[in-house]
Each structure stands twice: as C-alpha cells, then as structure tokens.
C-alpha cells in the first residue's frame, strides 16, 4: 500500500512538472489583459507599446489582428527564453481590427513610453530588453542590454510584413540557444542572454533594412553589439 502511495505521489509530481514546462512554453507569447501582471523568469522581453491612440483609428487599424498574429510568430522565433508582451483591456476580443482597435491598452504602453522616454510620434515600438519589466519601477527596467524598432507611423500591414521578413531571418538563421544561460528562480538576478541573441537580431534587421520605406529605425545597445540603423539615409 506504501509503495502504491509513493508511486502515485511520483507520478503527480512528474505530471505537475510535465503541466509547468507546457504553462512556460505557451507563456512564451503573453496576453497581458487589464491588471494582470507581466510574467517572470524569461531571459528576454519583447513589448509592443502602442503610445499614440490615433495610430488605432478607423482608418488606420486594418490588419490589426494579422499584426497580433505576426507579434506573436516574431515571439516565438526568438526563442522560448522571451516573452512577447502586447497589452490588452480585456482577454475577450475578436478577429474585427476595429474591436481590437477599442481594447488595445495604450494607457499602459504610454507608462512605458514616458519612463523610457519613447516619442510616440515616432511608433509603435518594438522594445526588446534582459530583465524584467517591472511596472512599479520603470525607470529602472529597461536593461543596458536593449534593442528598440522605431516604427514610425507604419500601417499594421507593412509591420506585419516588417515582422514576417524578420522572422524568416531570425528562423533561418536558428532560434537563440539559451540553454547555457537559463534564467534563474529569481529573474531580477538573470544574467540576461547570451550575445547572439543581439547578433541575430542586428543581421536580421540588416538583411531587412530599407525594404519598407523610410519610417522605421532599429537601435541596439548590447554591450559589444551596438548599432543605430535608419531605413533611409539622408543624402
């Protein structure tokens, strides 16, 4: 009867660790939705900060949920390491840009804006930083490790395309292999990816670079990786 009980305490433990690695890996892309909080322990942090409401009017928001969809591809060719975090009003959404319009949440993206002092004219942004975005804290959280894509007022279908060619480079060239630098139980103690991580996604962006018009921008400061790419350059 003991051996029993241990073997059925066995598997529910085996089973519980088998449910937590499929939680974190479906965490890999995060729904962010009213007050719930960002998650932890990820190397890295991908966030989609929509900072000026008019970029979501009538006559802008076609391909929004194709943007989202695309959001969440780019996510995931990063690797299962980082989080990609896009804020939501509410989990209840449907496929109409123009619902989806209505419950992206730019009050939240324009905290970020302000403390790591992201014009809004100048996005949406792609922000990519090494440790946690703590809210309570912003000032503080983005990383001396960080890449931000300027997006310049572009249509959510030329982002999706932007994004679409980025992954394709970031897939071709493989995911980043973070298994040498697994986060740790304490996330703020990470110490952040490795640097082909910041190599990737300068290649990628190089490889893109001036395909979609003038618009956009790409920066990354990462300690030897660092570069300040435009899409066109003044003549």
């Known amino acids: 009867m003991r051996t029993r009980r241990v073997l059925l305490c066995a598997i529910f433990i085996a089973c519980g660790l088998i449910e937590w690695r499929l939680l974190m890996a479906q965490a890999a892309v995060a729904l962010v939705t009213g007050k719930?909080?960002?998650?932890?322990?990820?190397?890295?942090?991908?966030?989609f900060l929509v900072c000026n409401p008019q970029w979501l009017d009538a006559g802008r928001n076609s391909g929004l949920y194709d943007l989202y969809r695309q959001f969440q591809a780019f996510g995931r060719a990063i690797g299962d390491e980082n989080a990609a975090i896009w804020f939501w009003n509410s989990n209840g959404y449907e496929r109409s840009d123009?619902?989806?319009?209505?419950?992206?949440?730019?009050?939240?993206?324009?905290?970020?804006?302000?403390?790591?002092?992201?014009?809004?004219?100048?996005?949406?942004?792609?922000?990519?930083?090494?440790?946690?975005?703590?809210?309570?804290?912003?000032?503080?959280?983005?990383?001396?490790?960080?890449?931000?894509y300027k997006l310049g007022d572009m249509s959510p279908p030329d982002i999706s395309r932007l994004l679409a060619n980025l992954t394709d480079e970031l897939v071709v060239n493989g995911k980043v292999d973070s298994s040498a630098n697994v986060a740790p139980a304490n996330a703020d103690a990470a110490k952040g990816p490795p640097t082909t991580l910041w190599v990737q996604l300068l290649t990628a962006?190089?490889?893109?670079?001036?395909t979609f018009g003038c618009a956009w921008s790409f920066k990354v400061s990462a300690g030897p990786v660092s570069a300040d790419l435009k899409s066109c350059k003044a003549t």
Do not use: M
Request: charged share 20%; glycine share 2%; hydrophobic share 35%.
């Open 36 to 47: 719930q909080s960002i998650p932890r322990n990820f190397n890295t942090y991908s966030l």
């Open 98 to 148: 123009a619902v989806l319009a209505q419950i992206v949440d730019v009050e939240r993206s324009v905290r970020f804006c302000k403390s790591w002092k992201l014009r809004p004219s100048e996005g949406p942004h792609l922000v990519i930083t090494s440790i946690y975005p703590d809210e309570s804290h912003l000032a503080a959280s983005l990383s001396k490790d960080h890449a931000i």
């Open 205 to 210: 962006t190089q490889q893109t670079l001036n």
